[in-house]
């Protein structure tokens, strides 16, 4: 998508050093554009946990590509010896967050291709580049058909309405938490390129604030029409007539049907079923896990430091700075996701189109899951 006019992906290989991974530095958006260089395996590891990079499906080709970094710094005597210290590496980038399952479904897949393609070290490097620029290329690809599928929906909504289609989105499951056009998004960005009017209410999304940082910064440099709400506004908004639909992203999603994503999703679905407004998930299905029914007991959620929530960050004078909030005595909690039930979800919007919320549906566009 655009940054200042000029079209960006979210990660991409260094144009004049392939040994080189470049990212967005997603840390002081939206008042600074930073570029930054990942040059080994545990500089990945550590922009995925401190979060210089966030959001489920580029946490997955992060992964693809810090196992590539991995495989550059690994041992080149024999196979054998080359795969332990790919293993090792996958298991330090999977401990790094645990609430979205891309980033195992990334390492897993890297390990899996990588000993089916090669057979000796120097044919491993480059197999795990294929399979990292794989996994980048597919997230970008099935998001954008996910903006295909999901534009319907607005555009069934207009058909009926007659009149802007007001969308609320929690947290950021824009491009920046993706390779390219994200998942929440991209059904509005293909809206506004087939001229439906859209307006979206963006939620701050405390604590880390990705919505009113990270996504209204997109809204911008895309020129969608949007207004940032603090947290507690949607049910109100939806009260009063003024939100049509609800999409958000996931971080899982089990094959019920249920949905882990950012914290504060759950009440935003429940304020939607109370005022029969529809609320959607998009997700590419590395999103997916198959192995998990009831999310609410099964998916394990990310605890985060305390500081996040008793700090704000922003722009002060030029530099961005960040604040105390609280009493620096007073202990804070950090829940980083929620789960929503699948029965307060109307649909799951994928790159294979949409599903409802359930096993039968999701296993209707994924039948190869059936066995
Ligand atoms: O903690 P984050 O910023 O990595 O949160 C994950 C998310 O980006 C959101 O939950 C998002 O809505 C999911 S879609 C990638």
């Given at each position: 998508m655009n940054v200042y006019g000029k079209h960006y992906r979210t990660i991409w290989l260094k144009p004049d050093d392939p040994k080189v991974v470049q990212i967005i530095d997603q840390r002081p958006l939206p008042h600074k554009f930073v570029v930054e260089d990942l040059t080994s395996t545990d500089e990945m590891a550590r922009a995925i946990k401190e979060m210089h990079l966030r959001g489920a499906g580029l946490i997955g080709a992060a992964a693809g590509y810090g196992m590539y970094l991995a495989a550059l710094e690994a041992p080149q005597s024999s196979f054998a010896t080359f795969?332990?210290?790919?293993?090792?590496?996958?298991?330090?980038?999977?401990?790094?967050?645990?609430?979205?399952?891309?980033?195992?479904?990334?390492?897993?897949?890297?390990?899996a291709e990588i000993a089916s393609r090669a057979t000796i070290p120097a044919e491993g490097v480059k197999a795990a580049l294929a399979v990292a620029t794989e996994i980048a290329d597919e997230d970008a690809e099935f998001c954008r058909r996910i903006g295909e599928h999901g534009v319907k929906i607005i555009e069934e909504i207009y058909e009926k309405k007659g009149d802007t289609?007001?969308?609320?989105?929690?947290?950021?499951?824009?491009?920046?938490?993706?390779v390219d056009y994200g998942t929440a998004?991209?059904?509005m960005y293909e809206a506004q390129k087939r001229g439906i009017p859209i307006?979206?209410?963006?939620?701050?999304?405390?604590?880390?604030?990705q919505g009113a940082r990270l996504t209204a910064w997109e809204m911008v440099q895309q020129e969608v029409p949007h207004t940032v709400i603090?947290?507690?506004?949607?049910?109100?908004?939806m009260?009063?007539?003024?939100?049509?639909?609800?999409?958000t992203g996931a971080d899982r999603v089990t094959r019920c049907g249920d949905v882990a994503n950012k914290i504060g999703t759950y009440l935003k679905a429940?304020?939607?079923?109370?005022n029969g407004v529809p609320f959607y998930v998009a997700l590419p299905s590395s999103t997916l896990d198959w192995t998990i029914c009831d999310g609410v007991r099964d998916i394990p959620i990310e605890q985060r430091g305390d500081d996040e929530v008793k700090y704000i960050q922003g722009l002060h004078e030029g530099e961005v700075k960040k604040v105390l909030l609280t009493p620096p005595e007073s202990p804070a909690a950090n829940f980083g996701f929620d789960v929503t039930p699948a029965r307060l979800v109307r649909g799951l919007i994928t790159e294979r189109g949409i599903a409802s919320a359930s096993e039968?549906?999701?296993?209707?566009?994924?039948?190869?899951?059936?066995?």
């Amino acid at each position: 998508m655009n940054v200042y006019g000029k079209h960006y992906r979210t990660i991409w290989l260094k144009p004049d050093d392939p040994k080189v991974v470049q990212i967005i530095d997603q840390r002081p958006l939206p008042h600074k554009f930073v570029v930054e260089d990942l040059t080994s395996t545990d500089e990945m590891a550590r922009a995925i946990k401190e979060m210089h990079l966030r959001g489920a499906g580029l946490i997955g080709a992060a992964a693809g590509y810090g196992m590539y970094l991995a495989a550059l710094e690994a041992p080149q005597s024999s196979f054998a010896t080359f795969m332990d210290y790919l293993r090792a590496a996958g298991e330090k980038l999977k401990q790094t967050r645990p609430t979205a399952v891309n980033l195992e479904w990334a390492v897993e897949r890297q390990l899996a291709e990588i000993a089916s393609r090669a057979t000796i070290p120097a044919e491993g490097v480059k197999a795990a580049l294929a399979v990292a620029t794989e996994i980048a290329d597919e997230d970008a690809e099935f998001c954008r058909r996910i903006g295909e599928h999901g534009v319907k929906i607005i555009e069934e909504i207009y058909e009926k309405k007659g009149d802007t289609v007001n969308i609320l989105t929690h947290c950021n499951a824009g491009w920046l938490a993706f390779v390219d056009y994200g998942t929440a998004t991209a059904p509005m960005y293909e809206a506004q390129k087939r001229g439906i009017p859209i307006h979206v209410w963006v939620d701050e999304t405390r604590p880390r604030n990705q919505g009113a940082r990270l996504t209204a910064w997109e809204m911008v440099q895309q020129e969608v029409p949007h207004t940032v709400i603090a947290d507690n506004t949607g049910g109100h908004l939806m009260q009063h007539g003024m939100v049509d639909m609800v999409i958000t992203g996931a971080d899982r999603v089990t094959r019920c049907g249920d949905v882990a994503n950012k914290i504060g999703t759950y009440l935003k679905a429940l304020a939607a079923a109370d005022n029969g407004v529809p609320f959607y998930v998009a997700l590419p299905s590395s999103t997916l896990d198959w192995t998990i029914c009831d999310g609410v007991r099964d998916i394990p959620i990310e605890q985060r430091g305390d500081d996040e929530v008793k700090y704000i960050q922003g722009l002060h004078e030029g530099e961005v700075k960040k604040v105390l909030l609280t009493p620096p005595e007073s202990p804070a909690a950090n829940f980083g996701f929620d789960v929503t039930p699948a029965r307060l979800v109307r649909g799951l919007i994928t790159e294979r189109g949409i599903a409802s919320a359930s096993e039968e549906g999701l296993l209707e566009l994924y039948p190869e899951r059936r066995s």
